[in-house]
């Protein structure tokens, strides 16, 4: 089965973040496959280059990009969502004239069209949502 | 193309997560993905009259709202139980669609190949 995430979670404020990812691992290792996952809104946040989470918590950003390599498959982020909250590529940092890309390998910016295309390619879309 | 249901379930400006719900809506619109909108919850708040958002920095949603016909977003509803329990007069919203009863509301969710919630 292909399966497509969205992941609106951010992993500071909800345990659903470690979900997805924890999800995703999951179809990582088994003989399902991944159709895309996309994050958007405070999911994003995971891609910051320069997190620092604390030595004895999971390092997430550091799994997805495991997961990404095992599959072969980019993390996507909604580059509105993305560009609100610092999240730059390299192109964007030098167009804006920014000091840094601060987007993390293994993760690129997308549009929604990227998401909704994987939502057609998949058998089955899972959100993992923001607190409420 | 697979049907799309989006339950917008939050607050108007307590998060992104109402304004998201509004640009995945229109962005599915404009991909000819068959898209229904359904405001659940918290979500109503977004429909009450005289929103100042654009004075919090922020877009005005009420704005948006009215504008989803011209983006194409055409079926949308509301979920009648959730005005009730926040003791809101569907004549004193802007009402985007119709309401619904709990009862037509799981129909709609058993029908959509895709439900995504904000």
Known sequence: ?132 | MKSLLIISQSTPYGRSSAAEALDTAMAAAALDVPVTLLFDGDGVLQLLPEQAGTELGVRNLSQVLEALPAFEVERCFVAAEALAQRSLQPNTLALPGPLLDAEAVAALVRSAEVVLTY
């Open chain 1, 1 to 132: 089965m292909r399966f497509a995430l969205l992941v609106q979670a951010d992993p500071a404020h909800s345990p659903s973040a470690i979900s997805a990812l924890r999800f995703a691992e999951a179809v990582a290792a088994s003989e399902h496959t991944l159709a895309g996952v996309f994050f958007q809104g405070d999911g994003v946040q995971v891609a910051q280059a320069f997190r620092r989470p604390p030595r004895d918590e999971s390092d997430l950003q550091a799994r997805w990009a495991k997961v990404s390599e095992h599959c072969t498959l980019p993390l996507q982020l909604c580059v509105a969502s993305a560009l609100r909250r610092g999240l730059v590529d390299g192109p964007e940092a030098e167009r804006a004239g920014l000091a840094a890309a601060t987007l993390a390998p293994s993760f690129e910016l997308a549009g929604l069209a990227t998401f909704l295309a994987q939502m057609q390619a998949a058998d089955r879309v899972l959100t993992f949502g923001a607190a409420s």
